[in-house]
């Protein structure tokens, strides 16, 4: 059974450009979680999906983010304009059901420079 | 509001040593508890959880961990430490009240000198 993947691995982009991060969660798996490492830093909740809707976005930083899961499998999640304090690992998990184990991907390191 | 404290951003141990990780949690509800390895270049995997059933909870690798509600601590113990336990270890809370989001310490990363 694969398991949880992230694309790209690596980005490195400028400030005010955009980037679209993709999570491709284990099939079968309609909950959806994106986390968020800053250098040095907890691993922060962004948002939660259940199957393609937003079940709690409260760690959403602001407007500048914008996370879909459209058909409920994969998911993107888009920064624009990037600015500098968006650096950090961008990480994806999936599980079955509600409270169940969360299975994290490799995670996506995002720079802006 | 729940949050998890890793006291020791590094702890360095010789092979065969005892693994001490620590962890404290603070929490209004039970909370469920989970202990996260990453190894590098890969993501993070669950070592194991507390669901309040058995206050010592074992998990792979030979890792345990023992929740004490009266010191809100879950440390990670591992009797003997081998090469292949380098990596950054995650201590991380869930409420499951309302949420099953996972709230995580700020991670220690395990050095093992042969």
Known sequence: ?113 | AQSVTQLGSHVSVSEGALVLLRCNYSSSVPPYLFWYVQYPNQGLQLLLKYTSAATLVKGINGFEAEFKKSETSFHLTKPSAHMSDAAEYFCAVSPLSNTDKLIFGTGTRLQVFP
Request: charged content about 25%; aromatic content about 12%.
């Open chain 1, 1 to 113: 059974e694969a398991g949880v993947t992230q694309f790209p691995s690596h980005s490195v982009i400028e400030k005010g450009q955009t980037v679209t991060l993709r999570c491709d969660p284990i099939s079968g798996h309609d909950n959806l979680y994106w986390y968020r490492r800053v250098m040095g830093k907890e691993i922060k909740f962004l948002l939660h999906f259940v199957k393609e809707s937003k079940q709690d976005e409260s760690g959403m930083p602001n407007n500048r983010f914008l996370a879909e899961r459209t058909g409920g499998t994969y998911s993107t999640l888009k920064v624009q304009p990037a600015e500098l304090e968006d650096s950090g690992v961008y990480f994806c998990a999936s599980s079955q059901d509600y409270g169940f184990e969360q299975y994290f991907g490799p995670g996506t390191r995002l720079t802006v420079t």
